[in-house]
C-alpha cells in the first residue's frame, strides 16, 4: 500500500467519524435545542398572553366602581319587571311639567320585541294635547325618562280649544318600553297591566 492510499484512506476515515459524530452526537443536540428554542417561544407567547389577560382583569378590577354604577344605570332603563305603573307615572309627571294636557297611556300585554333581542317589550299609546311648544317639550321628555323608551310612530293634529279659542297641538304617539325577559322565556310573558292615567282637571 502506498503512502498516497495511506492518506487517502486516513482522510476518508476521518470523515467518517467526523460525519458519525454529527449524525450521532451533534445532530441530534442540535434537533433538540431547536425543539427547547420552539418550546421557549411557545412559553414566552404564553407568558405575554397571560400578562396581558392580568393587565386586563387589573383594569376591570379598578374601574369595579365604575362598571357597578354604568350596570345600576341600566339596571334602571331596562329593569327586571316591566314596571308599567312606574313608566305611566313617569310620563304624567312629564306632561304636568310641559305643561300639556295629558290624555291617556294604554299599555299592552308584555311580549319579545320583534327584533329578536334578549328583553320584554311593552307596547304603550300615548295622547297628549296642549300648545306647540309644550308638546313639543313633552316629546323631548319622554325621551329624557329613566327607561329606555322607543317611539316608534307619532301624529300630530291641530285643533281649537272650544273655550278659548285657542289652536292645540293633538299628539298621538306608539312607544315601547323594555325590561329583562325572563329566563326561559320562549313565548309572550304576561303581567299585570296599569289602568290608564286619568287625563288631569283643568
Known sequence: MTGRTKIILSLVGVVAVVAATFFLA??????ELGKVRNEVAAEE????SLEAELAHRQQLQENAPQLEAQIAKYRELVPEDDQVANFIF?????????????????PALPTPPAEGAEVAEVTTAIGARGGYFAVQDFFRRLYGLDRAVRIDQVTMDAEEDQT???????????????FELPVGATAPVTTETATPAPEPSS
Open 45 to 48: 407567547d404564553r407568558t405575554q
Open 90 to 106: 313617569q310620563v304624567q309627571e312629564a306632561a304636568n311639567q310641559s305643561g300639556v294636557g295629558f290624555v291617556e297611556i294604554t
Open 164 to 178: 278659548t279659542q285657542e289652536t292645540l297641538v293633538k299628539l298621538g304617539a306608539t312607544a315601547r318600553i323594555f
Open 26 to 31: 451533534i445532530k441530534p443536540r442540535q434537533d
